[in-house]
């Protein structure tokens, strides 16, 4: 069973950034696809950020341009680095990962932008 822990969140104040880390228990070598999630109270979970098993990312509209997703093979890590946060970003934020049957799920971390 493939286990996700995530990590990096925190209270951070408008402008500022962010690095959030997913290290998987194995090798992501096997993941057609990783993504980071959002959810903010009272809202649905929406897909921030993802990165394919050949590297092509996609992004929600409103954080491109301040948000990136990348991953290291050699860590079994995909990060997400979020710059110039606002207040709207504030939400937990979860790992995903996709194999051939499986989809794997973090515990989420919070993020918390506000003066």
């Known amino acids: 069973q493939v286990q996700l822990v995530e990590s990096g969140g925190g209270l951070v104040q408008p402008g500022g950034s962010l690095r959030l880390s997913c290290v998987a228990s194995?090798?992501?070598?096997?993941?057609?696809?990783m993504a980071w999630y959002r959810q903010a109270p009272g809202k649905q979970r929406e897909v921030v950020a993802h990165?394919?098993?050949?590297?092509?990312?996609h992004y929600l509209d409103s954080v491109k341009g301040r948000f990136t997703i990348s991953r290291d093979y050699a860590k079994n890590t995909v990060y997400l680095q979020m710059n110039s946060l606002k207040p709207e970003d504030t939400a937990v934020y979860y790992c995903?990962?996709?194999?051939?049957?499986?989809?794997?799920w973090g515990q989420g971390t919070q993020v918390t932008v506000s003066s």
């Open positions: 194995g090798s992501i070598f096997s993941f057609y696809r």
């Open positions: 995903n990962a996709l194999e051939v049957g499986g989809d794997y």
């Open positions: 990165i394919t098993g050949g590297g092509s990312t």
